[in-house]
């Protein structure tokens, strides 16, 4: 079936008036649409693109952020049998036709001005296959001369009414680029069988209750798997999904929207976390006690929650008066109304995961890559172990193969690399084990705890080896951290380039009197260099000596999407940070 038939004409006829999705243009409100009006704009789409000679298999890129156009566009290739391909918005010109030229996309949706000047700059350069630009926004100046198009003039004319593709489950819906922490980016073919076979699989797992009555916030880019799996997903249900375009915005629009789920990456949950418990240290000793009181009946109820224990009534009224002091200012910051919360992308510390399960919030830690259609294994409901990546899904088989290497197999697994044979070849064993290039293992309960990239392990001139992302995580969960870099490969000790986070220390500036120049001198400061050696000492104390951070240099400035230091869903590309910041690095050894 096709994926787009799934979701739209399903709940067109089940929903008709019922909302569908949410969207805010700059200064209005939020609007909805019904799923009647998203459908029949989802077809006149279709059809519009149609119209100028996009066919089955043709390819359809989009170039923009997240915005509810962007979902249509999306939904009306599909329709068409059209082969979608997701771009970065905040990629630059060369890494857009690098994808655009390597897919040979047809026709192509933007957002703004610079991913439309960059568009109409590949085609100048003589790109024969890209022949459309379509532009979200009426703000964008755009040469009509050179096939360009607003969306709503674009669709003005066209029908409703569609005959959908017929398409059969191995069949490409889409070709999403990985971003690549090394390497060129490749493009991962992914079905519509990928994507209905996952989403069946979540139902299985999860015992939702009305879920079409549920709301979902897309945050994170649609462009990266984990966020457009989870909203086609939440659409799919029938659920309402609000598209955020700024993530700067998400605190206000958390409030706005009050939205009841939304997948979020392990940084969103440490910051919050972070800021909670700095909060907590700064309050009078009256209100920290108060502070830790609701925690630990949190836990108690929490704990009992997980194991499907039944909670004295005690402790749910202890609960009910800890909620209220404590517990619901929280929710509160996070829209009040959040209970579910899939997170992907890196690992995250049990510490924070209990945390928020206290809270009551729960939060559904899982693991997986672009090629699997993103989840893998995750957090059940109830019987979950804190620090592991939950259980596999129903369909999906998990072995830890060489090196501990976590191998997958199931039909959420892509079809293979575009265009790259021996590329595809590489990543699959020869008895059609897909290998996910993480090292892993399985607890006694059939848990998957992830160990580490197997090409971030690092081997000491000692012998020792180092798992990096367990402990830049234990490092990021304190306020003060942004971002952190591990050296350790071929070295006597562990070393790092730390990224303060430079609003907190900003306050701690003001708060001590320091002096303040520019960052490039605040970082070198005795006092600031004093404050990150107390607070990397106290966070690393449970660590083996051989992991803990001798020797670290903080950095003046945040590593950048544009300068390529990190991809867009915000992962370090090591590689290119160890040989940028070299000199930095030898001076520490």
């Not at 939440?234 to 939304?262: H, N, Q, W």
């Not at 829209?335 to 919030?361: M, Q």
């Not at 064993?429 to 580490?452: H, Q, S």
């Not at 234990?474 to 730390?498: C, D, H, M, P, W």
Request: aromatic share 12%.
């Amino acid at each position: 079936m096709n994926l787009a038939e799934a979701i739209i004409s399903k709940n067109v006829e089940k929903h008709a008036i019922k909302s569908a999705i949410g969207f805010n243009k700059k200064g209005e409100t939020w609007k909805e649409l019904s799923w009647k009006k998203f459908g029949d704009i989802v077809f006149k789409t279709a059809n519009a693109l149609k119209n100028i000679g996009i066919q089955e298999n043709d390819k359809v890129a989009i170039y923009s952020d997240n915005s509810s156009e962007w979902m249509i566009f999306d939904l009306a290739s599909l329709s068409l049998g059209a082969i979608s391909v997701p771009i970065y918005s905040t990629n630059n010109g060369e890494q857009a036709e690098y994808i655009i030229n390597d897919s040979n996309a047809k026709v192509i949706l933007v957002g703004n001005q610079y991913q439309y000047d960059s568009c109409l700059e590949i085609i100048k350069k003589g790109n024969t296959q890209l022949h459309t630009i379509i532009v979200s926004k009426k703000a964008v100046w755009i040469n009509k001369e050179l096939n360009s198009f607003y969306l709503e003039d674009f669709i003005a004319k066209a029908s409703s009414k569609l005959d959908i593709c017929k398409k059969e489950y191995d069949d490409i819906a889409t070709l999403i680029y990985t971003s690549g922490t090394t390497g060129t980016p490749k493009g991962v073919m992914l079905t519509h069988g990928n994507f209905l076979n996952a989403f069946e699989a979540h139902f299985e797992f999860f015992p939702f209750e009305k879920f079409e009555e549920e709301l979902s916030l897309a945050f994170l880019p649609l462009s990266h798997v984990f966020e457009r799996s989870w909203s086609l997903f939440c659409l799919y249900g029938g659920a309402r999904v609000y598209f955020l375009e700024d993530p700067k915005d998400i605190v206000k629009t958390l409030s706005e929207v009050k939205p009841t789920m939304m997948c979020a990456v392990p940084r969103f949950f440490q910051k919050v976390y972070a800021g909670v418990l700095q909060k907590a240290e700064e309050g009078s000793p009256v209100k920290k006690k108060i502070f830790d009181w609701a925690l630990e009946i949190g836990w108690k109820v929490a704990e009992l929650k997980r194991n499907e224990k039944v909670i004295p009534f005690s402790l749910r009224l202890k609960n009910s008066v800890a909620d209220m002091l404590v517990f619901s200012k929280i929710k509160e910051r996070l829209g009040g109304r959040l209970w579910f919360l899939p997170c992907g992308g890196a690992s995250l510390s049990p510490e924070v995961t209990r945390f928020f399960d206290s809270v009551g919030i729960h939060i559904t830690v899982g693991y997986g890559l672009t090629e699997t259609t993103a989840t893998l294994t995750l957090f059940p409901l109830t019987h979950f172990e804190h620090g592991s990546s939950g259980q596999p899904l129903p369909g999906v088989e998990v072995r830890i193969g060489e090196n501990d290497e976590i191998q997958v197999k199931g039909n959420s697994i892509m079809k293979g690399y575009y265009n790259k044979m021996e590329e595809t070849q590489k990543v699959f064993t020869e008895d059609g084990w897909f290998k996910t290039g993480d090292a892993g293992k399985f607890d006694d309960k059939g848990n998957l705890i992830i160990t580490d990239r197997i090409k971030d392990l690092m081997k000491t001139s000692n012998g020792k080896y180092i798992a990096p992302q367990q402990i830049e995580n234990i490092l990021t969960n304190n306020n003060y951290i942004q971002q952190i870099v591990l050296i350790a490969e071929g070295r006597q000790f562990v070393s790092a380039l730390i990224v303060p986070n430079f609003e907190f220390l900003h306050d701690f500036i003001t708060k001590n009197n320091i002096s303040f120049t520019n960052w490039e001198e605040t970082v070198k400061n005795e006092k600031i260099i004093k404050l990150y050696k107390e607070k990397i000492n106290e966070l690393q104390s449970h660590l083996a000596e051989f992991e803990k951070v001798k020797k670290f240099t903080l950095m003046p400035s945040e590593f950048d999407i544009n300068t390529g230091e990190i991809t867009p869903t915000l992962k370090v590309k090591r590689n290119v940070v160890l040989k940028k910041y070299e000199n930095i690095i030898e001076k520490m050894y």
